[in-house]
C-alpha cells in the first residue's frame, strides 16, 4: 500500500484532506493524525474490521483495548450505557483535553474495539486537525498511539512514517506534537474514580474537578504488583530502546558521580554508552557516546515533550547501554517517571535515598 502523507497546520486546516481521510475512515481504511499527546493512529471505531486492521498494523494483541474519540458531547450518550455524573463533571473541566474516560459501553460499539472488554474508554481531544477529522469520519474515531506495539509513541509525523509507511491509506502531519505523553486515563466503572494511567492531567487537578480523593491504580504505584493492570495495555513492557536502560535514583551529585563510573568501566569493555539527562548535569558526561538532555530538571512540561523522540533517537545510533537519571515525580512528573520505568523494564538502582524535591 502507498501511504499518502499529507501536511497541515491546526490554524490553516486543508478542508480538501481533511474530506478525504473522512472518506478513507468511513470506507473502513486507516488514517494517522495529530492529537494534543501523541500521534494516533485511526480507524472507524463502530467497524470491528477498522479496529482489527488497527491492531494488525501496530503489530498489538488484539486484547488491549483501543480509546474512541469523539469531538462533540452530544456524541457520547450512543456509545456508552449511562453517562456517569462523574464523566459530565470531568468532560467540562478537561474536554477537549488530554483525558481518557472509561465508562459502561453500548451495544453499538463493536468487542474488537474494547479489546473484547464491556467498558469503553472515551477522549475528546484538543487538536484541531484531530477534531475535524472526528467529525467527518463520522463522530468516532478508534486511536491508539500511531506507533508500532512496543515501540516509544510518537510525538513527530516522521515517527508515524517509520513505524506506518507502507502499512495504511494516509498519515496528517501537523507537526510536533504539544505535551508529547499519552492522555491520562481514568475509570469511572467502579465506585470509586481510579486512575490508569498517569499523565498531563494529573491526580490533583481530578481530584480537584471532582472534590473527591481520586486513587492511582496499585499496580502503577508497585512495579511488582503481582495484580494484572485495569488498563490492558499497562501490562505490556513499552516504550521500550534496544539497548538496555537503567535508571538511576539519589540526589544529582552521587547519580552523576555512579553514571561516570560505569561509563568509564564500560569505555573499557569497548562498549558504545548513552545517557539521559538534564541541561544541569550534562557536561559531567562527556566520556558517554551519546548524551541526551530531556531539558532543564525543574520543566517538567520539556521533559515530557522531549522523552518520547530521544528514546527513538536512542535505537538509530546504535548504543549498547543507556543510563538516565531520573526525574521529579511532581505533576505530570508522576506520568514521566511511570513511561522511563516501563521503558526501563523497571531495572532501578538506587544511587542514596530518593529526596522528591531536587
Ligand atoms: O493520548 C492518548 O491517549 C493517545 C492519543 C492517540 O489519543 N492514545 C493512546 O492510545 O495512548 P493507546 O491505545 O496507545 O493506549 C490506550 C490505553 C491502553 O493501555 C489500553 O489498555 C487502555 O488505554 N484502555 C483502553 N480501553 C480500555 C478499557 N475499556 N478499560 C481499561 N483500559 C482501557
Ligand atoms: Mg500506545
Redesign the pocket.
Known amino acids: 500500500m502507498v501511504t499518502k502523507v499529507v501536511t497541515m497546520t491546526e490554524e490553516k486546516l486543508d478542508e480538501a484532506a481533511i474530506e478525504e481521510a473522512g472518506r478513507i475512515l468511513r470506507a473502513g481504511g486507516l488514517v494517522a493524525f495529530p492529537?494534543?499527546?501523541?500521534?494516533?493512529?485511526?480507524g472507524d471505531a463502530l467497524q470491528g474490521t477498522s479496529s482489527q486492521k488497527i491492531y494488525a498494523a501496530k503489530g498489538?494483541p488484539s486484547d488491549?483495548?483501543?480509546?474512541v474519540?469523539v469531538c462533540d458531547m452530544k456524541d457520547v450518550d450512543y456509545i456508552v450505557k449511562k453517562i456517569p455524573e462523574s464523566a459530565l463533571k470531568l468532560a467540562e473541566a478537561f474536554w477537549p483535553g488530554?483525558l481518557?474516560m472509561?465508562m459502561e459501553?453500548s451495544e453499538v460499539v463493536p468487542k474488537e474495539t474494547?479489546?473484547g472488554?464491556d467498558?469503553?474508554?472515551i477522549?475528546m481531544?484538543e487538536n484541531k486537525i484531530?477534531l475535524a477529522m472526528i467529525r467527518a469520519a463520522g463522530g468516532y474515531i478508534a486511536?491508539?498511539?500511531?506507533?508500532t506495539s512496543g515501540r516509544p509513541?510518537p510525538t513527530k509525523a516522521e515517527h508515524v512514517v517509520e513505524d506506518m509507511d507502507g502499512k495504511i491509506e494516509m498519515i496528517i502531519d501537523g507537526g510536533d506534537v504539544g505535551?508529547g505523553?499519552?492522555?491520562t486515563?481514568v475509570?469511572l466503572?467502579e465506585e470509586e474514580p481510579i486512575i490508569?494511567?498517569p499523565?498531563y492531567i494529573t491526580q490533583e487537578m481530578l481530584t480537584e474537578a471532582l472534590k473527591r480523593d481520586v486513587a492511582m491504580d496499585k499496580t502503577i504505584l508497585d512495579a511488582n504488583s503481582k495484580q494484572a493492570?485495569?488498563?490492558?495495555?499497562?501490562k505490556?513492557r513499552h516504550y521500550a530502546p534496544k539497548a538496555d536502560l537503567t535508571i538511576f535514583t539519589g540526589n544529582t551529585e552521587d547519580v552523576t558521580r555512579q553514571i561516570c563510573a560505569l561509563i568509564d568501566a564500560d569505555k573499557k569493555k569497548g562498549k558504545k554508552v548513552g545517557v539521559i539527562c538534564t541541561d544541569e548535569t550534562k557536561s559531567f558526561y562527556q566520556q558517554a557516546d551519546l548524551i541526551e538532555s530531556v531539558g532543564s530538571r525543574t520543566d517538567t512540561k520539556a521533559i515530557a515533550h522531549s522523552l518520547f523522540a530521544i528514546l527513538r533517537d536512542f535505537d538509530k545510533k546504535d548504543v549498547s547501554v543507556i543510563y538516565s537519571e531520573a526525574f521529579s515525580k511532581k505533576g505530570i512528573g508522576q506520568a514521566i517517571m511511570n513511561r522511563l520505568l516501563k521503558a526501563a523494564g523497571h531495572h532501578v538502582i538506587e544511587v542514596t535515598q530518593i529526596e522528591e524535591e531536587r
Open positions: 492529537t494534543e499527546t501523541v500521534y494516533g493512529l485511526g498489538r488491549n483495548p483501543l480509546i474519540h488530554p481518557t472509561i459501553k474494547t479489546g472488554l467498558t469503553v474508554a477522549r481531544p484531530a486511536a491508539p498511539s500511531a506507533n509513541s505535551i505523553l499519552e492522555s486515563i475509570d466503572t490508569l494511567r499523565g493492570p485495569k488498563a490492558p495495555g499497562m505490556y
